[in-house]
């Protein structure tokens, strides 16, 4: 999708996109989530974790993956931990070698 373009101008061509359809699966959200985390922008990222919540979507270990790896590459490993640890602690997925090392290098 428009995600992986490297603007964040196409992050506003996939939100209006998101925003027209019907049906939006976890791997939807999962675009726009991994999208906005790795322009930087965690507040849109966690704007539409708590949205995909919302809406009756589980996050995946995609998702939860894609939040911690958005704080570790801003700098932020207390917010990353924390995210790794709700994941561990509160979720069916368990941190796998992925979680680990977005946690650790942020990519």
């Known amino acids: 999708m428009f995600v992986k373009c490297g603007k ?3 992050m506003e061509v996939a939100r209006e ?12 959200w999962n675009i726009m989530i991994s ?3 790795l322009k930087g922008d965690l507040n849109r990222a966690l704007k539409y974790f708590k949205g995909m919540e919302l809406a009756g979507v589980q996050p995946d270990r995609v998702t939860w993956n894609s939040i911690i790896s958005g704080y570790s590459q801003k700098g932020q490993f207390k917010e990353a931990s924390n995210f790794f640890f709700k994941m561990r602690d509160l979720t069916e997925f368990k941190p796998n070698v ?8 942020g990519n």
Do not use: H
Not at 17 to 26: A, G, N, Q, S, T
């Open 8 to 10: 964040m101008e196409k």
């Open 17 to 28: 996109f998101f925003e027209e359809m019907e049906f939006k699966d976890v791997v939807v």
């Open 35 to 37: 999208g906005y985390a």
């Open 98 to 105: 992925v979680s680990w090392t977005v946690l650790i290098t």
